[in-house]
């Protein structure tokens, strides 16, 4: 059972144009929430978090939104460049609990020249 | 030190060989975990380390899997017997928990040990 759901596995946006990526949680317990970004043959990289007392963080070009009666969080890249070309995994946890991530499957961003 | 150093880097092996992968976290973090990904998912939860103290594994770490973190600094994840659906890339992964909630940090990944098992 995925408590943390990206339904897009991918997602294709020309450079300069707005990237939006979805995830969807079910454990009403998660109050964290963060989104990694993932090269071919590395490690995933903490891009941006969120607590669930906020409803935006915003870092530069990446945008963080938070939905909490919808469980719905998304990452808004703007504008959107070749070089943000990854895999994007949204990740949830529990912050006063054991504050073990949980990930989603993740969805591949493709930024078009 | 500058950041998560997982060795080796790739291994294959052969299916019913042990295998052995080692992951040195950020040196103040406390906490460490071990992820496994396989193609077309998320890291999915292996287990955690506070300092030597291993707290939680999931069901996914089966008998034929066992990770130890001696001295609370570097840890090991053994696989014995291994199996061809056990090929993986295996993540480790360190932060700094204080408990309270407001000091901790996120996760930060290594590079990971991708596992073929033939």
């Known amino acids: 059972d995925q408590q943390v759901k990206q339904n897009s596995p991918s997602l294709s946006v020309q450079e300069g144009r707005i990237s939006i990526l979805n995830c969807d949680y079910t454990?009403?317990?998660?109050?964290?929430f963060l989104w990694y970004k993932k090269y071919p043959a590395e490690g995933p990289t903490f891009l941006i978090s969120?607590?669930?007392?906020?409803d935006k963080n915003e870092d530069g070009r990446f945008t963080v939104f938070l939905n909490k009666s919808a469980k719905h969080l998304s990452l808004h890249i703007v504008p959107s460049q070749p070089g943000d070309s990854a895999v994007y995994f949204c990740?949830?946890?529990?912050?006063?609990?054991?504050?073990?991530?949980?990930f989603g499957r993740g969805t591949s961003l493709i930024v078009h020249p | 030190d500058t950041g998560v150093s997982q060795d080796p880097r790739h291994k294959i092996t052969k299916r019913g060989q042990n295998v052995t992968f080692r992951c040195d976290p950020i040196?103040?973090?406390?906490?460490l975990y071990w992820y496994r990904q396989t193609l077309g998912q998320g890291p999915e939860f292996l287990t955690y380390?506070?300092?030597?103290?291993?707290?939680?594994k999931s069901r996914l770490l089966s008998d034929r899997f066992s990770a130890e973190r001696p001295k609370g600094s570097f840890s090991t994840l053994e696989i014995q017997r291994t199996e061809q659906g056990d090929s993986a890339m295996y993540l480790c992964?360190?932060?700094?928990?204080?408990?309270?909630?407001?000091?901790?940090?996120?996760?930060?990944f290594g590079q990971g040990t991708r596992l073929t098992v033939v």
């Open positions: 992964a360190s932060s700094a928990h204080t408990g309270t909630g407001v000091m901790n940090t996120e996760a930060f």
């Open positions: 969120i607590s669930s007392i906020k």
């Open positions: 990740a949830s946890l529990v912050s006063g609990g054991s504050y073990i991530p949980t």
């Open positions: 380390f506070q300092n030597e103290a291993q707290l939680e």
């Open positions: 040196s103040e973090h406390n906490r």
């Open positions: 454990n009403s317990m998660f109050d964290y």
